[in-house]
Nanobody, 123 residues
Framework: QVQLVESGGGSVQAGGSLRLSCVVS????????MGWFRQAPGKEREGVAA???????MHADSVKGRFTISRDNAKNMLYLQMNSLKPEDTAMYYC?????????????????WGQGTQVTVSS
């Protein structure tokens, strides 16, 4: 059973930074694309950033230039560096493992999910 555990969430003021981490309990972790998603109250879950097995990345337009996804395959870790945070970034953030190596933010491609870590940005 693949397990994903996120950490690093918290409460910050607008303009601040946070770094989210996700550890994946799977020895084949490096063989799959990974992603970060978020869900605000009353809204659908949306893709934030994704990274494939080669290190290529994609970021949602709403976070481009502010958020950066990265991975450390040796440590089975996934990261999301979030800078210049805005109140609209407030949400529960989830890391997820894809079913393949495709680089995508479409939820249907992801079959393993963590429990989430809360990020709250105040103005």
């Amino acid at each position: 059973q693949v397990q994903l555990v996120e950490s690093g969430g918290g409460s910050v003021q607008a303009g601040g930074s946070l770094r989210l981490s996700c550890v994946v309990s799977e020895y084949t972790y490096s063989s799959y694309s990974m992603g970060w998603f978020r869900q605000a109250p009353g809204k659908e879950r949306e893709g934030v950033a994704a990274i494939d097995t080669n290190g290529s990345t994609m970021h949602a337009d709403s976070v481009k230039g502010r958020f950066t996804i990265s991975r450390d395959n040796a440590k089975n870790m996934l990261y999301l560096q979030m800078n210049s945070l805005k109140p609209e970034d407030t949400a529960m953030y989830y890391c997820a493992r894809s079913t393949a190596t495709v680089l995508t933010l479409r939820l249907g491609w992801y079959n393993y999910w963590g429990q989430g870590t809360q990020v709250t940005v105040s103005s």
